[in-house]
């Protein structure tokens, strides 16, 4: 059975950091933008083999379901297609990879393999807490503050980001009536004849 | 079915088979089903489909290919198969490609959450209503690669118009199931549904009451706007009239399926029907009972089950039998209700449709939960001593109790359904002006 | 899950990912793409937390909780930042974070 | 309840609901919608077309065999039921004015078609589909009121229905056929064989129609069927038949020979009278006809359009053509018109030469007196060439006069050939210089009218 569980986990670690460095590499905005999605699900499934199972189902709602479509629109709504001009990388990209590589084998790889955690044996089958009732309890009560701030913090991003996006239409377009119409065209045909 | 096959094998073959290999079959078994039933559903539901249409609109109806027409669903589906499929030369080859695969898997995982009859469900998730809408969700990434693909303006138009309508009616759709989720304290689907029987008083145990399996939770307000809510937000996640612009052949020639053809568009129309089917589905379990209905508890009573495992497992056979026949009966209504609508009602606009979503649908479903959480704390609350005076509500899940909260939702729920369509008025227009206002053409119907 | 994948090959993807995200969002001049290095930044905090969670306090649910929590953040940011880029395409006419560097206008 | 709409005016029509309460009237749509679907379940909005009175049941809609027609209701949106009619099974009966291709009448009884080919039809035809050629009296050569070969293009043919609307004659009608599609491209050139149609078919798809065009139709047709010698204007696949028949008819008018006059009368009665007198059985009903015909026939029949008496074996053959002479001169004597008696009855050779031989000598006579006719010749000519025209008009005079003796001699070989021998070369031959002299004529003639304006 564990042969059976590693051989998983190796197969989603792979998917995972295989999308995440396609996302990186690919020169099309949109096919990063799909290799992002895909990273997004290897997670999801990663969560599922933690048995953590409302959060995974909840980044599949969030992630895949809506943030991955709020990229995808906003690459379409600014993706002039002459996009091709300059390229997609800076010119000293390799500093920038430099620095990640560096932070990777150098300072977190030791820290993480050097620690011996202290895992602590699963208590009984019953206590594991994976589900959304447990959850729901600690929001209401420990963590009742940051929800609550956690609630304001969307409403307000949502708000700014409409603010933001919102295009002011010079003169939006009315759809009139044919009784407001006829009234209009009156009125007009009135102040024409008074000049 | 883990624990019918578990039976059959150990205890009637008498051969020990090993834990694993029992989960292996009986999953196997349900798969296999699964992806056996889902295509079937497909062929039947367009051939029903096109028949009622048919007769509402004073016509025959495919009637030529087979008796009474039912090989029409075959014929289309060779046609769709033998049709030669063109790929536009400029599309994304990969992703025009994926595209089709993508809408349609997400209909496949929801079908594993449907339970058909009493024990007869492929998982049970304790998160299986929020899995459901959560993978409905990733159809829509689907649509939007399609969209992009085909290189080809009236397709990426269609696809952001069909994936900004499903995102946008996802939001009323689940916080009308959100009270469901309240009413039953749990997201498993097969919870869900044992919470509906009894006879119409849902969450209140009265002695005396038979278990017909009729404890719907359309018989409380709460329930009923939660359903007329749900049922909009499902005709819009499912693009079915009067919120079918995505495809709608007048405005943008196919919507986002207008450069493909042959397999990949048939894959696109069985994405959709299973689409419609599934939310027909959620509809009748959660607020219809699914396969609750007289005559299913007294056979489960004798089945082979947790409960009782010196069952018969006849009556497993025929509780499953029966409970799929109601399941069944009732998604194909409501399917029914859909094609209804389809025959009467015409096509939004894309405003209008956005409009109607956020500013009346939206709200309606706000109030339901806060008159849903009313009827919780009416009927299950213990009374703090001190609130003396309200003893004479009687014990926490008393009729009396009911009775109450029901009239109280009622009154709540009515106030803001009116509230809500006389808002929607556009505000600088009295009554009259209404009238005087032309909606079609030069004469006024009142 | 414990006993067959040790804590640290779990936290090591989650290092891997979070570099990769790192170097995504120095790299790369389109807007968008930083938006989605600091996503996938983002989702590999997460694993770490869930991680913690499962292996070290299976009793107490905060892992999940704070795991919650982040997905909020990134779903507020992701809309903010979006805003941002598409207010800026509008102005700028153009996507590329390095042409956008005067305060003027 | 139908609501007079002027232009841009504003009316408003109050249902009689008070409040417009939101969702009340969607769910009186879906109410409408359902009453459709429950009852298209069991009523259809057609019934058959009662053939007869009593056949007017109501449940006769759903008789797949007879034809069906839809029923109208005053107010159409009372109506419920389905509307389709599963066509190959069910039919429904095309109104009289349907049109789809054109087709060729012929009388039943006689067998003889309308057509006097006279090519009204050929030239209204808007896509040129329509082409024919006249018949010719296989004796003298000349035009018979006709028609040889009638070809329509049916592929090409777009059922205006100009035709059977210019044609004088209610010779070509529109049929209502339209189950025309084949395999092979050439059959949708359709023949005159293929083209004819009994009157009596047509009465049945159009009786209004054919009420109406029926009197003028058969006045026309009787004044024709005299002036076709032989079998010519009989439609070809009744050809034999209505031959053998006369050739009966015409014995059983020897047999009895003292009434010989009688039947001569009779056939000169109108063709009304016919039909009443018809005898019981159709064999003997066909006899009197064919007697009715031959006696017709004979009275008419140049002498040398005997051609269709040729196969009487007995000296009964002599006799008649004996009566038949006697008509033609008297015919020939009486007639006005110059065309006609040329053609309707060349008279004996001589004559025939004798008249050729006067016209020359006038026209050589006008040819030198006025020089200025010639102005209507093409500007080409120059005066002094007026003698040169009038030679001209006196050698085609000679060849006329010559010709004409020739067409003596002919005339006692082409009876024996059979009267169907499509036109053989040597009629044509013939014809030829007799046109040339009546082309002198109408010059000469010309010249004097434009000589006498002149003055």
Redesign the interface.
Known sequence: MELLIQIIFVLISTLILGAAVMVVRTRNVIHSALWLIASFFGIGALYLLLEAEFLAIAQVLIYVGAISVLILFAIMLTHNVTSGEGHKFYQRWWLALLVSLMLFAVILVPTLVGQDWTITARPSEESAIAGAVEMGTAFMREYLLPFEIAAVLLLVALTGAIVIAYEERAQRRRILTLAQELALRKQQQQNHAEE | MADVINHVLNTMLGLNAPEWLIIFISNSIAVTLIFAIAPLQMLFMTYFERRAIARMQDRLGPNRVGPKGIFQPVADGVKMFTKEDIVPTAADKMVHLLAPCVVAAPVMFMFAVIPWGPGMYAVDLDTGLLFFFAISSVSAVGLMMAGWASYNKFALLGAMRAVAQMVSYEVPALISIAVIVMLTNSMSIVSIIEAQSGLFISQVDVAGIPDLGLGWFIFSPVGLLGFICFFIAALAEGERTPFDIPEADSEIVAGYMTEYSGMKFALFFLAQYLLNFLLCAITVITFFGGWQGPGISWLWSMAVSEANPAGNPIFNVLAGILGTFYFLAKTYFFFFVMIWIRGAFPRLRVDQLMGFGWKFVIPLTIVNIFSASLWIGWIRWELNPDLAFLSALGEPYSFARWGFAFVATLVMNVAAYTLMTRINRSPDETIDELVADQVFGAVTLR | ?????P???????A??????????A????????I???V??ML?SV??NL??F??????????G??F???V??????????G??????I??SR?T??I?TVDSMKG | MNIPIERGKVVTVARGQSTSVAGFSLSKGLGVVFRHWRRAWFEKQHQNVPATASESAPNAGNDKSKPTAFVTLEDMSKSYGTFTVEYPEQRIKLPEAYRNMPVLLYDDETGHELCTSCFQCQRICPPQVIHMTQAKDPASGKPVPSVAEFIIEYDACMSCGFCAEVCPFDAIKMDHEFELSTHDHPSLTVYKRDLNRPVSYYESIAPGFWAEARERAYKKLATNMKRRPGAIGIAPHLTEKITAAQAQAAQAAAAQAPAAKAPAKKAAAPRAADTAAAPTDKEAKLAAIRARNAAQKGGSAPAAGTAADAPLPTDKEAKLAAIRARNAAKKGGSTPAAETSAEESPPTDDKAARLAAIRARNAAKKGDATPSEESDQPAAETPPANDKAARLAAIRARNAAQKATEAAEQAADSATSTPEAPASSSEEGKPLDEKAARLAEIRARNAARKKGDQE
């Open positions: 899950m414990i006993n067959a994948v804590l640290s090959a779990v936290l090591t993807i290092a891997a990912l979070f570099c990769i995200g790192l170097f995504g120095m790299s790369r001049r389109n807007a968008v793409s938006l989605m290095g996503e996938l989702n997460n694993i869930v991680a969670w499962r292996y070290l306090q299976p009793d107490l649910i905060t999940q909780v795991a919650i929590f997905i909020t953040v990134a779903a507020a940011e992701a809309a903010v979006l805003a941002m880029v598409i207010a395409y509008r006419q996507v590329y390095d």
